[in-house]
């Protein structure tokens, strides 16, 4: 659709008007050549002279080809755009952080995968968690690895295809063999404290108990409420298991209580999937979007029209000052005839 960014200049459109109305003609006073042998020179050329100074008008054409020059130029100045269908793209409205724990615990082999093959707990993980992020449109994604310590796989960010791409090359006791939950809370709440979305998310997936952080996981979850931070646990171990293995269930149900999250348990593939549905359930929130239209300005063309409607001008008035000249009587030579 062809909009003008400044109608308001097509007002200057009766302009040329106006001044050939209400300014004087231009007029300038020069002194004459006078000439002794004046008469005999008008005898010799065959022309009459005339009193008063000679006005051309101009041609109808010539009137038609400036209007016309001067409308595109005032339709330049008004900025012609073309402007395209509405762009729309979904703006994050929520900050996400997913803590995946690396220790040691996690190679252990009692998951099956879609195929129905028995795989170890870290790649059933991958597999749900791949599944997850498809489905986190409007949402900006973190990653988070811990063990014996944490870190920052991933800033916040909305290229979920990036965060899925570190996620496939994570690998059990990268971050070391223990499991240091605190910590991963701590090194989550700094991120969101760079964060200016109004919801804030940590989903920790971990399958030990803390086994020595500087900031135990109860204290660590009071501080990510005072911080506006909502942490659900999803645990996959064995509550069972004895030692650093053992699943400390009542920290994470704690943890999650203490925020107003959610506790889950997943003992298979099939039950990491059903938790991820329910967190989808829970999480339900309008998207937000921002609508943009591309403007392209087209200005260069009504200028190209005034440089072509200038040199049609020119060119005509060329061609009739030539053929003035060529229409103007030629004086006719006279001989001498010696004897």
Known sequence: ????????????????????????????????????????????????????????GQSLLH????????????????RPQWVEEAVTKTVPSRDLLLAVDLSGSMETTDFKNREGNVVDRLTAVKEVLHEFLEKREGDRVGLIFFGSAAFIQAPFTEDLETCRVLLDEAQV????????????????????????????????????????????????????????????TVAVGDPRAAGEEKLDEATLKAVAATTGGTFFHADDRDGLSAVYKRLDEMSTRDLETISHRPRLDLFQWPLGVVLIVSFLYHAASALAS????????????????RT
């Open 1 to 56: 659709m062809l909009q003008f960014h400044y109608p308001i200049v097509f007002a200057l459109l009766p302009l040329p008007f106006l001044l050939k109305r209400f300014l004087p003609a231009y007029s300038q006073r020069e002194r004459g050549i006078r000439i002794p042998f004046f008469d005999e020179l008008v005898k010799k050329t065959g022309l009459t002279p005339s009193s008063g100074a000679v006005v051309h």
């Open 63 to 78: 009137k038609s080809l400036v209007f016309c020059a001067w409308a595109f130029l005032v339709a330049a100045l008004a």
């Open 173 to 232: 006791r990268m971050a070391g063999p223990q499991t240091m939950l605190g910590d991963a809370i701590g090194l989550a709440i700094t991120q969101f404290e760079r964060s200016d979305m109004k919801e804030r998310v940590l989903i920790i997936l971990t399958d030990g108990n803390d086994t020595g952080s500087l900031v135990p996981p109860d204290k660590a979850a009071g501080i990510a409420k005072d911080n506006g931070v909502t942490i659900h």
């Open 322 to 337: 030539r053929a003035a000249r060529s229409r103007r009587p030629q004086p006719h030579p006279q001989h001498t005839v």
